[in-house]
């Protein structure tokens, strides 16, 4: 933490910020503040610690505040005004990317691996300026197939497949007609005659059935990039903060991702890329990284359906409550609804039968703690006025 004697506050300013109830963080704010203005009285230190104290005091949640019901009310009736599904993603017309109530509705599941998955993948300086080392990029990422290098024919005659490499894709991809033909030889396990651009194989035994299953296992192989990033598209945007200072810089957007594998990728910001699948993050940075992905990812959802006024505090509690026990868990039966203590409170969630049936078999007690169970069996809640118990004494107050 910064103190006030390093930004050159004197001791009485100091002694006034410290005398409020403000955490840590928002101290040094204050203190960051007043050393941008010269000449800062003790009494107007005090005025601005005292503000933002007050202001700091009436934002905190109430002792006993339903904070749960609030959320899910916060953020479920903005979210019945969301559109069904809507496919764009952040202008890119060319991106098809899930928006709208189905991806919030991926996000709240934890889904493994979500419909449209995608990567925003930003460069390093070099790369993002020069648009031929930005391609370098491109085509590490994109899975290259056959059919994008060139024409593949088969010779029933002879029993041969015949591929007719394109020179100029070869070029353009960085890969030679001599690494094509060891790759095929590599992941079909036949012998490869390569003359020029064209490369020629066949079955050891003449079979017209395993002539066509080599040509079907050929269109399956990889040549460059990564098997699951099936397209990238290049973008030159303007940026507002940039690391190098750069006013434009080239950004690559995936169809498809492989998160781990696009970040060992030379060329690649690791520090600014990102990908929509919260299990890929949590993998590859951990699960403090994955919570920021789901507010993150949330927030944007509603924002571009235009409910980006839905406070980020709500956000944060559903991300905090699906990854608080170090990895991430659905908020549905078979996570943090399921997990419940409570068996009126699952039961009334989904599959009312079964759980109903599960506890009478295990003799499970309900302590009617929360919030359905309560409303359930006609109590009042445990929160709010309903968790405080105010006694009259019968006898009268002695004084000693």
Request: aromatic share 4%.
């Amino acid at each position: 933490m910064t103190s006030a004697s390093a930004l050159g506050l004197d001791d009485d300013v100091e002694a006034v910020v410290e005398d409020t109830a403000l955490p840590p963080r928002l101290k040094e704010r204050v203190y960051e503040t007043l050393a941008d203005r010269d000449g800062v009285t003790v009494e107007q230190a005090d005025e601005v610690a005292r503000a933002v104290e007050n202001r700091y005091l009436d934002t905190r949640v109430d002792p006993l505040d339903p904070v749960g019901t609030v959320s899910a009310q916060s953020i479920g009736e903005p979210g019945t005004q969301l559109t069904m599904n809507t496919f764009h993603y952040a202008g890119v017309a060319e991106i098809d990317v899930t928006q709208g109530l189905p991806r919030l509705i991926e996000l709240v599941d934890a889904r493994k691996t979500p419909d449209t998955p995608m990567m925003t993948v930003h460069l390093e300086e070099e790369y993002a300026t020069e648009r031929e080392m930005a391609h370098e990029v491109v085509w590490n990422l994109e899975a290259t197939k056959i059919l994008a290098l060139g024409d593949v024919s088969t010779n029933v005659a002879d029993m041969r497949v015949v591929i007719s490499l394109n020179a100029d894709t070869l070029q353009e991809r960085m890969i030679t007609a001599e690494e094509v033909a060891e790759i095929i030889e590599d992941q079909l396990g036949v012998k490869t005659v390569q003359n020029g651009t064209t490369v020629e194989f066949g079955p050891e035994e003449p079979s017209y059935r395993d002539l066509l299953q080599l040509v079907e296992e050929l269109r399956d192989i990889t040549f460059k990039g990564i098997e699951d990033i099936s397209r990238v598209v290049i973008r030159r945007e303007e940026m507002d903060e940039s690391p190098f200072d750069a006013d434009e810089e080239f950004v690559l957007y995936t169809e498809g991702s492989a998160f781990g594998d696009a970040l060992a990728i030379e060329g690649v910001d690791a520090t600014r890329t990102t990908c929509n699948n919260i299990h890929e993050i949590h993998r590859n940075l951990g699960i403090e990284a994955a919570r920021e992905t789901i507010i993150e990812e949330t927030h944007n959802t509603l924002a571009e359906q235009g409910l980006d006024d839905v406070n980020v505090r709500h956000l944060m509690l559903v991300a905090d409550i699906m990854t608080n026990e170090g990895t991430i868990e659905s908020i549905g039966r078979h996570g943090i609804s399921g997990a419940k203590d409570s068996v009126l409170a699952r039961a009334a969630f989904e599959v009312t039968v079964n759980h109903l049936l599960n506890a009478a078999i295990h003799g499970e007690v309900d302590k009617l703690q929360g919030v359905t169970e309560n409303v359930i069996v006609g109590k009042p809640i445990k929160l709010g006025t309903g968790d405080v118990d105010l006694r009259m004494g019968s006898s009268k107050s002695r004084s000693d």
